[in-house]
């Protein structure tokens, strides 16, 4: 079975620190997604990315960077230059393709991002 | 995206009661989900909501706790049943279609006495 684990429970910086959320995950599916959502203390999960096992590239969206390394098993998050509004509980999430998991998400635990001003 | 919507936002509920939440998308989609989110937790899948048959539950869920009709590709109602202070949590219905990843409604927050 599929397992996410986010290792930080909380994190919290100071504005404008960068901040990096680590994601590892164990999965037998050779075809699999990989999620970020965060969660605003309003309490709406909003979608961040998404990547497919197959695309390695890193991507950057503004001041997002995610970093998937399939060799580790890992999908880290940073967040560069940091603000308030950043706070946030941000969670890692995996998507098999295959059987009867297909489309099902599995999350972590979230990790509880504060920022100070 | 399909917009979401999900009623109601919030309850308090008397244990041994029911609540029916609803779940309506602007848009067909393929695949409809609901999630349950307990206090300070994260999410854990309840079910797969299939459009014209019997949901599929996950582990640990059972349909007569939480029924859950899917009558069309837009609609579906998750009930919780002779709910219990454990039954606290934020329930999520969240919806994908083609190749599109999975987006979520706002929630709806419940509280049993």
């Known amino acids: 079975a599929q397992k996410v684990t986010q290792a930080q429970t909380e994190i919290s910086v100071v504005e404008k620190e960068d901040v990096t959320l680590d994601c590892v995950y164990e999965?037998?599916?050779?075809?699999?997604?990989l999620f970020w959502y965060k969660q605003p203390p309003s309490g709406e999960l909003v979608f961040l990315i998404r990547?497919?096992?197959?695309?390695?590239q890193n991507e950057i969206s503004g001041r997002y960077s995610w970093n998937f390394q399939k060799s580790t098993s890992s999908f880290n998050f940073t967040i560069t230059a940091s603000q308030v509004v950043d706070s946030a509980v941000y969670f890692c999430?995996?998507?098999?393709?295959?059987?009867?998991?297909?489309?099902?998400?599995?999350f972590g635990q979230g990790t509880i991002l504060t920022v100070h001003p | 995206s399909a917009v979401i919507s999900q009623k109601p936002s919030r309850d308090i509920c008397q244990r041994g009661t029911s609540l029916t939440i609803q779940c309506q998308v602007d848009?067909?989609?393929?695949?409809m989900f609901w999630y349950r989110q307990q206090p300070g937790q994260s999410l854990t899948l309840i079910a797969t909501?299939?459009?014209?048959?019997?949901?599929?539950?996950e582990s640990g869920f059972v349909i007569d706790k939480f029924p859950i009709s899917r009558p069309n590709l837009t609609f579906s109602t998750l009930t919780v049943s002779n709910m219990s202070p454990e039954d606290s949590s934020i329930y999520l219905c969240?919806?994908?279609?083609?190749?599109?990843?999975?987006?979520f409604g706002d929630g709806t927050r419940l509280s049993i006495l």
């Open positions: 999430a995996l998507s098999e393709t295959g059987g009867t998991s297909y489309g099902k998400l599995t």
């Open positions: 969240s919806v994908r279609t083609g190749r599109e990843p999975q987006h």
């Open positions: 909501a299939n459009q014209g048959s019997e949901a599929t539950y």
């Open positions: 848009s067909q989609v393929t695949m």
């Open positions: 999965t037998r599916d050779t075809t699999y997604y």
């Open positions: 990547r497919n096992s197959f695309d390695e």
